[in-house]
């Protein structure tokens, strides 16, 4: 009786262990046919007219007791078009180790930037690959994700958080030397307002910032920034040739399950302006259709043919499911 008792205390704790952690695995798969200047119409299973990379991804959560929790995410790209993984890189999208609570969050290992996610909290189209904003100022010049960052991200104040990002100068390999990487963001995130401060820099180097910020009307949402940076991250401080200044403007309209948005990303100091139109239709919460429309400025002295995307105009058309 004693070792009956025993026995169905050890199942029932390890019960109550396994309903506290959880492992769940979910992706997202998105192919489409695109015609972009001098290219016959081909299908995109990672490219710029693909609304977003495919992708299979784990999460997992561990409740540790008093509010506190551990909690990891392995993510890998991949190209539904031939099933090769996105730019070679085994988790290359996320591979980072947490620890949360009352305190706020602790992030360690590659992830989305600070930068980043402060331009997704306002951008309209979730940060499409086709995104004008994300096209012609970079996700505010430095890339998404960087690899071995420290992460501190504040608990939620009526809407508003911060995170800080750090990269060890062993970290951050650099021509000019050993450099440490800082990247930060102030988003506020309430009702019907979202706004965001992004701003990064590698020692020794200039920084590059993005103030933006979106509303929603109901019958609308509108979204303009104002962008300050250097095309492909970072350049040395007394170096120009690479600077960019500009602003973007748009509006999405949504019309029952379909939504349009038109939005321009405008260059001053190069005068290039990019121009996007995006159709969305929701088939469900989570597959919709879309076609993309967008005209790459010129990229003002880049090498042959002086387009960022390779071509002045893309039409694509896909389908995305999210799992």
Same mark, same amino acid.
Request: net charge positive.
């Given at each position: 009786m004693?070792k009956?008792? @025993?026995? %169905?205390a050890?199942?029932?704790?390890? *019960? !109550?262990?396994?309903?506290?952690s #959880?492992?769940n695995l979910?992706?997202?798969?998105?192919?489409?046919l695109v015609?972009s200047?001098?290219?016959?119409?081909?299908?995109?299973?990672?490219?710029?007219m693909?609304?977003g990379?495919s992708? =299979?991804?784990?999460?997992?959560?561990?409740?540790?007791g008093?509010?506190l929790?551990?909690s990891?995410?392995?993510e890998?790209? @991949?190209?539904?078009e &031939?099933?090769?993984?996105?730019n070679?890189?085994?988790? *290359?999208r996320?591979?980072?180790?947490? %620890?949360?609570?009352?305190?706020?969050?602790v992030?360690?290992?590659?992830?989305?930037?600070?930068?980043?996610?402060?331009? $997704?909290?306002?951008?309209?189209t979730? $940060?499409?690959n086709?995104?004008?904003?994300?096209?012609?100022f970079g996700?505010?010049?430095?890339?998404?994700?960087? /690899?071995?960052?420290? !992460?501190?991200? &504040?608990?939620?104040?009526?809407?508003?958080?911060?995170?800080?990002?750090?990269?060890?100068k062993?970290?951050?390999? /650099?021509a000019?030397? /050993?450099?440490?990487?800082?990247?930060?963001n102030? @988003?506020?995130?309430?009702?019907?307002?979202? $706004?965001?401060? #992004?701003?990064?820099?590698v020692?020794?180097h200039?920084?590059?910032?993005?103030?933006?910020? #979106?509303?929603?009307?109901?019958?609308?949402? =509108?979204?303009?920034?104002?962008?300050?940076?250097?095309?492909?991250?970072v350049?040395?401080?007394?170096t &120009?040739?690479?600077?960019? +200044?500009?602003?973007?403007?748009?509006?999405?309209v949504?019309v029952?399950?379909?939504?349009?948005?038109?939005? @321009?990303? +405008?260059d001053?100091?190069?005068?290039d302006?990019?121009?996007?139109?995006?159709?969305?239709y929701?088939?469900?919460?989570?597959?919709?259709?879309?076609?993309a429309?967008?005209k /790459?400025?010129d990229n003002?002295?880049?090498?042959?043919?002086?387009?960022?995307?390779?071509?002045?105009?893309?039409?694509?058309?896909?389908? +995305?499911?999210?799992?």
């Amino acid at each position: 009786m004693k070792k009956s008792l @025993i026995a %169905l205390a050890v199942l029932a704790a390890s *019960g !109550a262990a396994m309903a506290q952690s #959880s492992v769940n695995l979910y992706g997202v798969a998105d192919l489409g046919l695109v015609k972009s200047n001098g290219i016959s119409t081909q299908m995109s299973g990672s490219g710029t007219m693909n609304n977003g990379n495919s992708r =299979i991804g784990l999460r997992g959560v561990e409740d540790l007791g008093g509010g506190l929790k551990a909690s990891f995410n392995f993510e890998q790209g @991949i190209n539904a078009e &031939t099933g090769a993984t996105v730019n070679g890189t085994p988790w *290359g999208r996320a591979a980072f180790l947490e %620890l949360s609570g009352g305190f706020g969050g602790v992030r360690l290992g590659r992830a989305l930037t600070p930068s980043y996610l402060g331009l $997704a909290a306002w951008e309209l189209t979730g $940060a499409a690959n086709y995104s004008a904003v994300a096209n012609q100022f970079g996700f505010v010049a430095a890339g998404a994700r960087n /690899d071995s960052q420290i !992460a501190y991200t &504040t608990p939620n104040f009526g809407g508003v958080t911060a995170t800080l990002g750090v990269v060890l100068k062993p970290d951050t390999p /650099d021509a000019v030397g /050993d450099n440490a990487k800082y990247d930060l963001n102030v @988003i506020y995130a309430n009702g019907p307002i979202a $706004a965001a401060l #992004s701003y990064n820099k590698v020692q020794q180097h200039k920084a590059n910032m993005a103030l933006g910020g #979106s509303y929603d009307l109901g019958v609308a949402k =509108i979204a303009a920034s104002f962008q300050d940076g250097y095309k492909g991250g970072v350049a040395p401080s007394n170096t &120009t040739a690479m600077k960019q +200044r500009g602003f973007t403007l748009g509006a999405t309209v949504p019309v029952g399950a379909f939504s349009v948005t038109l939005d @321009i990303a +405008r260059d001053t100091k190069a005068k290039d302006t990019d121009v996007l139109v995006e159709g969305k239709y929701a088939l469900s919460k989570r597959t919709f259709a879309y076609a993309a429309f967008y005209k /790459d400025g010129d990229n003002n002295g880049a090498a042959a043919g002086g387009y960022n995307t390779g071509a002045k105009n893309h039409l694509g058309l896909g389908i +995305r499911h999210n799992f």
